[in-house]
């Protein structure tokens, strides 16, 4: 079993859409969750991290977090063609290794 | 401005030769990372280093080899013994693990495109 499932997707919706990515890990020794968004051919960058249950929120975006289903999510709000990109989930615990989702591909259509 | 660089953006191999991958960083991280990345594989550990002169193995680091001399730079070495070394190489950093909750992310550089010709 994987640490880190991510389902793959690809995930197509119309612009402006509400859109849901989530992962889930087994390791319960996971406390920091990070959100990265990727363009094709680009290095990831990091849109969102959080290190306590619960939802943080940054513009349209917001992580959540359940530590005791062992769950993330980030939703996207008002989706923009500009979204349209893969989307990796990453997590660590005390140590200094990460361990990340496989991706999802998220396209939004104008 | 910080940030992590890589260089070079692309670069081609030719079969039996060497090549070095550059990464440098700027955010004064101790921990530094390299992955490659192949299309529905995700991101694969190939090294990591917590600190100047030490660095460990990860889960693919077979026909790869790093160095840190410098807290700032962690070239990754393609070697011909790479059977398939076709990906995208990413170069990561990051502080080390940190009690207080804040400063647990890592940060990436724009990456590296490996064809062998």
């Known amino acids: 079993q994987k640490e880190v499932e991510q389902d793959p997707g690809p995930l197509s919706v119309p612009e402006g859409a509400i859109v849901s990515l989530n992962c889930t890990y087994s390791?319960?020794?996971?406390?920091?969750f990070m959100w990265y968004r990727q363009y094709s051919r680009k290095g990831p960058e990091l849109l969102m991290y959080?290190?306590?249950?619960g939802n943080k929120e940054d513009g349209r975006f917001t992580a959540q977090v359940d530590k005791s289903s062992k769950y993330i999510s980030l939703f996207i709000r008002d989706s923009q063609p500009s979204d349209s990109a893969t989307y990796l989930c990453?997590?660590?615990?005390?140590?200094?290794?990460?361990?990340f989702g496989t991706g999802t591909s998220l396209t939004v259509i104008p | 401005d910080g940030g992590i660089t890589q260089s070079p953006k692309y670069l081609f191999r030719k079969e039996g030769q060497n090549v070095t991958l550059s990464c440098e960083q700027n955010?004064?991280?101790?921990?530094m990372y390299w992955y490659r990345q192949d299309p529905g594989q995700g991101l694969r550990l190939i090294y990591y280093?917590?600190?100047?002169?030490?660095?460990q193995k990860g889960d693919i680091a077979e026909g790869y080899s790093v160095s840190r001399e410098k807290k700032e730079s962690f070239p990754l070495t393609v070697t011909s013994a790479q059977k398939n070394p076709t990906a995208f190489y990413l170069c990561?950093?990051?502080?080390?693990?940190?009690?207080?909750?804040?400063?647990?992310?890592?940060?990436f550089g724009p990456g590296t495109r490996l064809t062998v010709l």
């Open positions: 990561a950093s990051s502080t080390l693990f940190r009690l207080a909750g804040l400063g647990n992310e890592q940060f």
């Open positions: 390791n319960s020794a996971f406390q920091y």
């Open positions: 959080t290190y306590s249950s």
């Open positions: 990453a997590m660590k615990g005390s140590g200094n290794q990460f361990y």
């Open positions: 955010l004064n991280h101790d921990a």
């Open positions: 280093s917590q600190i100047v002169n030490d660095f």
